[in-house]
């Protein structure tokens, strides 16, 4: 595995949930921004019915303007089912499909409209799709830290999930922090046993958190060992599929601001950052 961390910006969790539509080509011109960054990964948009997440209805028009001959950013899309992840790997500008596979029963079928169990068949066939075309796979254990709806919940729980994952020779697997409900303790006890386990698992977090949670949540994880950090400018997003109040993404500022505390050295174009950033405050305005 990596020993450099790597940061993937997260644009479509910051819009799809955002309360006024983003034009088409408001889209196109912040992620053009976002790839002159320097991420390891831009998770760009899903392959999900528009009835569900409207706001990235327009993915696949978004997808044929970008340019990326001028990036090493590779692109992510989220998928939901086998029909959406049919649907994303015909283009061969995205490297990584993401799905949510909820330990919260309540959960996966809320987002999926599937069961645990039905949702862990669709894996293994998006598996078999994504080694069949070229494409790599990223699991996120979606509540992997805590759901509020009453679903059974221990990290015995989640290890037995990530194990299955691994069975299926999925080699990236995030742990998702859907309503902000992590703290230090859990997921310590986490990633201090997931790490070592699995040394050939790229094992990242993906939180949501407010910006008082921020640094405690990070530094649990990369004192155990994670090297994979999801995260949105500015710290805007949430999943619209979860409670009714979203909690935002962790900030990619607080995240650039840990690694270079502790040196952990970063690939990135502070210029080009600062740009997207200023672009972030227009399209995310109220």
């Not at 993937?8 to 921004?33: F, N």
């Not at 706001?55 to 001959?69: F, G, I, M, N, P």
């Not at 649907?87 to 079928?109: C, K, M, N, R």
């Not at 949501?208 to 949105?232: I, M, N, T, Y």
């Amino acid at each position: 595995m990596s020993t450099m961390i790597k940061l993937i910006e997260c644009p479509r969790d910051a819009m799809q949930g955002w309360h006024r539509m983003i034009s088409t080509d408001e889209k196109v011109a912040y992620l053009q921004a976002l790839l002159k960054v320097g991420f390891d990964t831009i998770d760009f948009g899903s392959f999900v019915s528009p009835k569900a997440i409207p706001q990235l209805a327009d993915t696949k028009e978004v997808l044929a303007r970008l340019d990326l001959s001028q990036t090493h950013s590779k692109l992510l899309a989220i998928v939901a089912n086998v029909r959406g992840a049919e649907e994303a790997i015909i283009h061969d500008e995205i490297h990584y499909l993401g799905f949510p596979f909820s330990v919260s029963e309540t959960f996966q079928l809320r987002n999926t409209n599937k069961t645990i169990a039905e949702s862990l068949e669709q894996v293994q066939t998006m598996q078999e799709l994504c080694l069949k075309s070229g494409k790599e796979l990223v699991v996120y254990i979606s509540m992997g830290f805590g759901n509020p709806y009453g679903d059974p919940y221990s990290p015995e729980i989640v290890l037995q999930w990530v194990d299955e994952m691994v069975k299926m020779e999925i080699t990236t697997i995030s742990l998702a922090d859907t309503v902000g409900v992590a703290n230090p303790e859990i997921i310590t006890a986490l990633f201090k046993q997931l790490v070592p386990a699995y040394p050939g698992v790229e094992i990242g977090a993906h939180f949501h958190s407010a910006p008082s949670g921020r640094e405690e949540k990070v530094l649990a994880a990369w004192q155990q060992g994670c090297k994979r950090f999801d995260s949105a400018i500015r710290g805007i997003g949430g999943c619209p599929m979860a409670k009714d109040e979203l909690v935002g993404n962790l900030a990619t500022e607080s995240l650039i601001d840990f690694c270079l505390r502790h040196q952990e050295p970063l690939t990135l174009d502070m210029t080009a950052l600062q740009a997207a950033q200023l672009l972030a405050d227009n399209v995310f305005k109220n």
